[in-house]
């Protein structure tokens, strides 16, 4: 069974930080990462698609790494800002499979 | 360009008594899914369609039944809602394909069970 973990589950940093969000997973079988966005009371917004083939994608301030074979993602926000702060969850789709599975998540605060 | 929309966004039901949560998407995706949120436990899938004319189980499927109307529609339905079932419930759909496309979610249904 697929297995996600996010860790910190919580973090709270200042405005202007570089961060790192953390993803793990237990079968490394998988056709692609997905990170998300969820502000509070509102619905998924997808940030970025790691194809199982790629090691990282970039989407301005945003930059998610892949390693398969250590079963781990990375989500590193550049430049910190009071509206990043929000929930990010990964969600990992397996080879085989339809279903996506999710972590719990970060919930991320950014200070002014 | 709606993508995928949700109806009703807010609902309370008294225990014993049935509805049906809606799902549209406007992608041409051929998989859609409904999860469920609840604090501390993540997203769990319930039920997916991966293509028009199937459903398959998820993670927590007790409780409910699914239709996959049409390549547009799938829908939810609580045949006798329990207060366990009090959750946020979020419909998903992507298009499967050797690329493997996003999966693009709606903005979810509040459900209180009383």
């Known amino acids: 069974k697929q297995e996600v973990t996010q860790i910190p589950a919580a973090l709270s940093v200042p405005e202007g930080e570089n961060l790192v969000l953390n993803c793990s997973f237990t079968d490394s079988a998988i056709y692609n990462l997905q990170w998300f966005r969820q502000d509070p009371g509102k619905g998924l917004t997808s940030l970025l698609l790691i194809q199982s083939s790629q090691r990282e994608q970039t989407s301005g301030r945003l930059n998610a790494s892949l390693d398969k074979s250590s079963g781990r993602s990375t989500l590193y926000i550049a430049a910190s800002q009071p509206g990043d702060s929000a929930t990010y969850l990964c969600?990992?789709?397996?080879?085989?499979?339809?279903?996506?599975?999710f972590g719990t998540g970060t919930r991320l605060l950014v200070s002014p | 360009n709606a993508g995928v929309t949700q109806t009703p966004k807010f609902q309370v039901l008294k225990t014993g008594q049935s509805m049906t949560l809606q799902c549209a998407q406007d992608?041409?995706?051929?998989?859609m899914y409904w999860y469920r949120q609840d604090p501390g436990m993540g997203l769990r899938l319930i039920y997916y369609?991966?293509?028009?004319?199937?459903?398959d189980k998820g993670e927590v499927p007790n409780g409910y039944n699914v239709s996959r109307l049409n390549k547009r529609e799938f829908s939810l339905r609580l045949e006798s809602a329990a207060p366990s079932q009090t959750s946020v419930y979020f419909c998903?759909?992507?298009?499967?394909?050797?690329?493997?496309?996003?999966?693009?979610f709606g903005q979810g249904t509040r459900l209180t069970v009383v």
């Open positions: 369609s991966a293509s028009e004319g199937t459903t």
């Open positions: 992608m041409n995706h051929n998989s």
């Open positions: 969600a990992v789709l397996r080879t085989g499979f339809q279903k996506l599975v």
């Open positions: 998903a759909s992507r298009l499967y394909s050797e690329l493997n496309t996003e999966a693009f």
